[in-house]
């Protein structure tokens, strides 16, 4: 039946363009990487799936051989990161990340989308930390290692404001789920 389609319509925007758009009713719902509890005021977060951090190289990278990629190891290399301005939480958690080496990420690069970001690594410009899902993007362009020790998992989720939701967004949660 008609009246039973949800109609669906997929956006790429940054952390902070999601946030905007929940908070102005320009968004009804987002699949996104869980944010700081701060972040997210008046709105809940509905975890679907974790998935474990991983380092993010060109195949030809000299840490692609091993096993996984000690933090140490690292946090020498030249770190191809998300854009700041769009993704200030992805800046927060590397800082906290690395804080256990009482060393700063030093950032070489900041992009502002997933693909941009997969070009600079595959280019060989530097790694990337990022949640090994990223793999079902990248495909054999990068190869990805966990980083040890294995810091929490990334939470990917739904993100909506806290008021009654409508029965579309029930049935799309339902079927995310």
């Known amino acids: 039946r008609s009246s039973d389609l949800v109609k669906v319509a997929l956006h790429d925007l940054s952390s902070e363009e999601l946030l905007h758009g929940l908070r102005e009713r320009k968004l009804s719902i987002a699949l996104t990487v869980s944010d700081p509890q701060q972040r997210l005021r008046g709105l809940q977060f509905i975890p679907l799936r974790k998935y474990a951090v991983c380092v993010a190289l060109s195949p030809a990278h000299p840490l692609a051989l091993g096993k996984h990629v000690r933090l140490g190891q690292a946090a020498g290399e030249r770190l191809i990161a998300y854009s700041r301005g769009e993704y200030p939480e992805y800046h927060e958690w590397l800082d906290t990340l690395f804080a256990a080496q009482k060393v700063r990420p030093q950032v070489s690069e900041e992009h502002a989308s997933v693909t941009s970001l997969i070009a600079a690594i595959e280019a060989g410009r530097g790694i990337a930390i990022v949640p090994e899902c ?11 290692k966990p980083l040890h020790p294995a810091p929490a998992p990334l939470h990917v989720g739904i993100l909506h404001r806290r008021e009654k939701l409508t029965a579309q967004e029930m049935s799309f949660i339902a079927a995310a789920q």
């Open 134 to 144: 990223l793999s079902c993007l990248a495909g054999p362009r990068l190869t990805l």
